[in-house]
């Protein structure tokens, strides 16, 4: 019975004292975002939680702690008037530290400037603030603007939330494209008629070919300059991420190219080959596969089996295959046939041996209009003259045959030469003087005057002075010299 009534009164007095406990009630809100409630990670009186504990009234040391807020560390006083308790409190952000990491689709060259990072509160605009790495910045709404030469500006609303953590701007800059030019010269001008010049860049990495672009992403391209007549430019192109213009400057150089030995003959109709053709510069032969830089000035002569010879000054110009001069034609003189026989082409003079030879008005053929067969008991020739020739000779040796083309007809033959010519025989005796002596040229003079013919001639000739001239040169002693003297009065005498 007692012990029932010990119990009945400790329980009457727990109540008492159950009654003067007091329940705590948290309204506890963040500085940012404003407003927004915390439910902190640490609430404690005295070191103990106040959510699910009872607290008499008394004096209290409060303890609030959440990431990224500042700690609140105050006495607290619970008065027994108040059934619960509110512990009411705005927690203060605490500012953070910055990391920035910043990569790009494009790596930067290093001379370009380093990027700018800008944090502006979206309710202090007029607020800038430049951030770097390590800077530390109070939790907000902030308008986060990154800039870089060359590259895309980065601008975006950015929420920097409470937190214990560095606060991360981790952003990738992509590259503008930049602008592109071409200054395209030429060694040597090309022509008005001349296709231009063709431009493609062609990207590395997507195989993509660009046409002529005004902007041009930052990468690697293969460029191809071609032009007809000019050696192609193919090199690659790095074109770095940059505000100034990338300028793709190149020379084209002129291939070198054959000339053309095609006419189109507007006076015959047809197509003609030049048989041959001759720098006249240098005097050597030029083939249909040799090759000329362009920008050269040359002069040719075109040689044709039965045409005049075409002689022309030309500046070769830049172009494709072989460089034709009149591409629309030109109308060349025609050459006429005429055709003679000779019972002999080749005789022995004096020791040397001599072919017939022919000029047509002093001139001598070219070789490609003179054309030889062999006959029964003689030879057939044809030589390709103008149709205004006035004069033939067919010379062997010194001595000659002179035909009026007026009264030649085709298929004649050609009789014993029965005129000298002086040149030819200065020409010979020289000839006989150097491989042995003016001797033995003084005794084919000396043999000429014996002949009948042949001393008439000589007597007749008209030009016999430069003979004369011409043997007084001769270093002779005193007996040869008195012989050419005799030699001579004869030639003059009538």
């Known amino acids: 019975m007692r012990i029932a009534i010990f119990i009945i009164f400790i329980l009457i007095g727990l109540s008492a004292q159950n009654q003067n406990l007091r329940r705590i009630n948290l309204d506890i809100s963040a500085e940012f975002p404003p407003g927004e409630v915390v439910d902190a990670k640490t609430v404690e009186l005295n070191g103990k939680d106040v959510r699910g504990n009872l607290f008499y009234p008394g004096v209290y040391q409060l303890k609030i702690a959440e990431p990224g807020f500042a700690t609140i560390n105050k006495s607290l006083v619970i008065s027994d008037e108040e059934f619960s ?6 927690l203060r952000v605490k500012p953070r530290k910055i990391e920035i990491k910043i990569t790009y689709d494009i790596e930067p060259p290093d001379y370009l400037e380093n990027y700018k990072v800008v944090l502006t509160l979206l309710n202090e605009a007029s607020v800038v603030k430049y951030v770097k790495s390590n800077d530390i910045i109070k939790p907000g709404i902030y308008l986060l603007r990154i800039t870089k030469p060359a590259y895309q500006t980065v601008e975006i609303k950015q929420y920097v939330w409470p937190d214990n953590n560095p606060y991360m701007i981790e952003q990738k800059l992509y590259a503008k494209r930049v602008p592109i030019n071409a200054l395209i010269t030429h060694d040597v001008k090309p022509s008005d008629n001349l296709e231009s010049y063709f431009v ?21 391209y293969d460029l191809k300059i071609s032009q007809p007549g000019y050696k192609t430019v193919q090199k690659v ?73 075409l002689e022309v000054k030309i500046i070769l ?16 003189v025609h050459l006429y046939p005429i055709c003679f026989t000779v019972r002999r082409c ?18 001598i053929p070219e070789d490609i209009h003179i054309k030889k067969e062999r ?17 033939f000779r067919a010379y062997i040796g010194y001595k000659y045959t002179q035909v009026d083309l007026k009264n030649f007809h085709q298929g004649m033959m050609i009789e014993q030469p029965n005129n000298i010519s002086v040149a030819k025989l200065i020409e010979h005796l020289d000839r006989i003087a150097k491989n042995e002596s003016y001797n033995t040229s003084l005794n084919v003079i000396k043999k000429l005057l014996k002949n009948s013919p042949s001393r008439k001639i000589l007597k007749q000739l008209t030009n016999r002075n430069q003979l004369i001239t011409y043997l007084k040169t001769w270093k002779l002693n005193t007996t040869e010299r008195s012989q050419l003297q005799l030699l001579i009065k004869d030639i003059i005498k009538n």
């Open 237 to 309: 192109l790095d074109i770095k991420p940059s505000e100034k213009l990338f300028l793709v400057k190149e020379k084209l150089i002129a291939k070198k190219r054959p000339i053309s030995f095609e006419f189109i003959v507007t006076n015959g109709g047809c197509l003609q080959d030049a048989c041959k053709v001759i720098d006249l510069k240098t005097q050597q032969k030029i083939g249909f596969r040799d090759l000329f830089k362009p920008g050269q000035e040359m002069h040719l002569r075109f040689k044709f089996d039965s045409y005049k010879d």
């Open 346 to 363: 080749i005789e022995i003079m004096d020791g040397f041996e001599y072919e017939c030879s022919f000029t047509i008005d002093g001139q």
């Open 317 to 332: 110009p830049p172009g494709e295959g072989p460089y034709s001069h009149f591409n629309k034609g030109i109308a060349l």
């Open 375 to 391: 006959g029964f008991r003689c030879f057939y020739y044809t030589l390709m003259v103008l149709s205004k020739a006035k004069n």
């Open 85 to 90: 308790f509110v512990i009411r409190e705005v």
């Open 200 to 220: 493609s860049i062609v990207s590395k990495k997507t195989r993509a070919l660009l046409m002529a672009p005004e902007k041009i992403r930052p990468g690697k």
